[in-house]
């Protein structure tokens, strides 16, 4: 893979930001599109939803009082952010998807109170993104080196660079992605990031709890009807991006929560009979009424699950912090001795 190297010559030299992707890089959606809906059951993988439009219909969701795990995540933040940093005594943080480090600037905010911040290091596929929160945070927090990464969290996590000697590090993965992965994916995963981290350094990943089914799915079947939007755009994506003619509005948006495996299932439900041509593959599709496309699932813990997949993983859990309602869950780990 390529690496494109470029070092922003303001606040000191502070930020260097690299870039993983590479020319190949746009087969991904073409790949999945290729693997996922030519199977039996149809399914695409969720990073697929968040284009521009994508993006800011998912910042509309955030918003909604249905939508919980956002605002669950940001009040643990809030109120715990300067107790994470004195246990973990962290100098990094390395962010997995870091978005516009939105819910991060509280963490960098206490390490900076508390005298230890060194070197944030996010890792988003959005250069963008990755430049304008790097700018700004060098601004905001003196003395903090930005070392961005501009690459897929799954793919690109070998050119995360070594930590700064001796201090102890954070590697952080809000918002609960963790759970879009399957069981055996998520273990292995989680594998893959112990590898990140030395004996002084931990961990802290966000977990959607298992609660009461309704709540769940009120928070993605909103009333507004905002996250059926953010479904069906995962289709118009494919229209611009593989010259497909796939009729949106043709599809109705799905939720529901898998009581035996514990998460909740997005489907896009065909209305009517479809044929859909993806122009840029030769592909040509066919979806009988009613046939259902898996976009995303999301699964929910236990803190018996939690501890399970980290001890899989080779780790051990060292708290969990929970929002005042129980409803979502910050979870700090490290390597098991």
């Known amino acids: 893979m390529d690496s494109i190297t470029a070092t922003t010559c303001t606040a000191e030299q502070r930020i260097v930001i690299e870039s993983f992707l590479g020319g190949g890089d746009h087969r991904t959606l073409a790949d999945d599109v290729l693997d996922g809906l030519t199977r039996p059951f149809k399914e695409l993988p969720p990073k697929h939803f968040y284009d521009a439009v994508g993006a800011e219909l998912f910042d509309q969701i955030c918003d909604l009082p249905e939508y919980y795990p956002t605002r669950c995540e940001r009040a ?51 250069e963008s993104m990755v430049r304008a929160s790097a700018q700004r945070l060098v601004e905001e927090f003196d003395g903090l080196r930005v070392h961005g990464i501009v690459g897929d969290f799954e793919r690109h996590l070998g050119h995360v660079p070594a930590p700064v000697a001796d201090r102890p590090r954070i590697v952080a993965f809000l918002g609960g992605t963790i759970g879009n992965f399957t069981p055996g994916s998520r273990r292995r995963y989680l594998r893959t990031l112990s590898a990140l981290l030395g004996p002084d350094d931990f961990l802290l990943f966000g977990t959607d709890l298992v609660k009461d089914p309704a709540i769940i799915e009120a928070a993605y079947d909103d009333a507004a009807g905002v996250t059926a939007a953010f479904n069906r755009n995962v289709l118009t994506v494919l229209n611009r991006e593989l010259d497909a003619n796939f009729e949106p509005d043709a599809y109705d948006h799905v939720a529901f929560f898998d009581r035996d495996r514990e998460w909740i299932e997005m489907r896009l439900r065909a209305r009517r009979p479809q044929r859909v041509l993806v122009g840029q593959l030769g592909l040509r599709l066919t979806f009988a009424a009613g046939e259902e496309l898996r976009t995303e699932i999301s699964a929910k813990f236990t803190p018996e699950r939690i501890r399970g997949d ?28």
Do not use: C
């Not at 979502?328 to 780990?333: D, G, S, V």
């Open 76 to 126: 643990i933040l809030e109120e715990r952010s300067a107790e994470i940093v004195a246990r973990t005594g962290a100098a990094e943080l390395v962010e997995l998807g870091s978005g516009t480090a939105a819910k991060t600037r509280l963490l960098l905010a206490a390490m900076h109170e508390a005298g230890t911040l060194d070197r944030y290091v996010p890792i988003d596929v959005t």
């Open 310 to 337: 980290l001890a899989a993983a080779g780790m051990e859990l060292v708290d969990s912090l929970t929002d005042q309602d129980g409803l979502f869950a910050l979870n700090l780990a490290r390597v098991r001795d």
